[in-house]
């Protein structure tokens, strides 16, 4: 019988960013206390640009961001926000959105699969992702279990379950 498979991924969906950035602009025209602020939110080249005249201001714009991108099933650890910044008379937030693995964090997800793994079970490094693969099926199981365990600093998504 063939081996049976899966990737491990970090990918994230550029459209669900953008709903979840057009429902925090939406929420700043209209709550009270983000009224002559200057409150913005926007996609700035291919990083989201938050600015306020506050630097309370501009973070809690980018609270309002988080959450309407954990409502919609975007994990936080692939949201890279900088420092408000002073820039003139406001206070602006850089963040952008973390694709991939890198192929230290890969090389690490391997090594746990190799240490803490049903035996079997091989780990390859393929570009930007993982692939995952095993004679047997409830072994590729236990994997994504023990992946989803671990407390990575990235999001991981697992695709291509064959």
């Known amino acids: 019988m063939a081996d049976s498979s899966f990737d491990i991924?970090?990918?994230v969906e550029r459209q669900e960013v953008d709903n979840a950035?057009?429902?925090a602009a939406r929420e700043l025209t209209t709550r009270f206390d983000f009224k002559n602020v200057g409150a913005a939110i926007e996609w700035s080249g291919e990083k989201i640009e938050m600015r306020a005249n506050s630097e309370d201001r501009v973070n809690a714009i980018l609270d309002v961001f988080q959450t309407k991108l954990v409502k919609r099933?975007?994990?936080?650890?692939?949201?890279?926000?900088g420092e408000?910044?002073?820039s003139g008379k406001e206070y602006k937030i850089f963040a952008t959105i973390e694709e991939g693995i890198s192929q230290e964090n890969a090389k690490k997800v391997a090594k746990i699969i190799r240490d803490e793994g049903p035996?079997?079970?091989?780990?390859?490094?393929q570009g930007?992702?993982?692939?995952?693969t095993s004679k047997s099926r409830d072994d590729l199981q236990a994997i994504q279990a023990l992946v989803k365990g671990k407390d990575l600093d990235f999001a991981v998504q697992?695709?291509?379950y064959r």
């Not at 099933?73 to 926000?81: C, E, Y």
């Not at 035996?119 to 490094?125: D, L, T």
């Open 21 to 23: 950035l057009n429902q």
């Open 158 to 160: 697992f695709v291509n």
């Open 9 to 11: 991924v970090s990918k």
């Open 119 to 125: 035996k079997g079970v091989k780990a390859q490094v």
């Open 84 to 86: 408000p910044q002073l």
């Open 73 to 81: 099933g975007i994990s936080l650890k692939s949201l890279d926000a």
């Open 128 to 132: 930007d992702e993982l692939r995952v």
